[in-house]
């Protein structure tokens, strides 16, 4: 194969002082300013919108069939075919609020023998 791209090499200054460089400042048009300032102004006017966890009656009733079943989070992530942490984080409560989720899992616990 063939190289197309000369070799590059870094050499030192000799013996010149080394001034500090500051942080190089794009210049910006009008208009990147005025959409930085709105955006600046959505972010502080308007708070991010709560998400809702997992009830705490669902997250018991949850952690409860599974060591009835004597199932680990990890056993049943893989029989229900979820992500790794999904049941983890359901019983610790950040997972986010998933009614359909939460039904399909403890009817799958309850259904397991």
């Known amino acids: 194969m063939y190289q197309d791209w000369k070799p590059v090499t870094f050499h030192k200054m000799g013996g010149a002082a080394v001034s500090k460089v500051g942080c190089a400042h794009a210049t910006h048009s009008q208009e990147q300013k005025k959409f930085r300032q709105l955006d600046s102004l959505n972010l502080t006017d308007s708070a991010a919108p709560i998400q809702e966890r997992v009830s705490v009656e669902d997250r018991k009733e949850i952690t409860q ?11 049943l992530n893989i029989k229900m075919n979820l992500q790794k942490d999904t049941i983890k984080r359901i019983e610790n409560g950040t997972h986010e609020k998933n009614k359909g989720l ?4 403890k009817d799958f616990l309850k259904k397991t023998t």
Do not use: P, S
Request: hydrophobic share 35%; proline share 0%.
């Open 65 to 75: 069939l599974r060591i009835l079943k004597k199932l680990t989070q990890d056993q």
């Open 102 to 105: 939460t039904n399909r899992i």
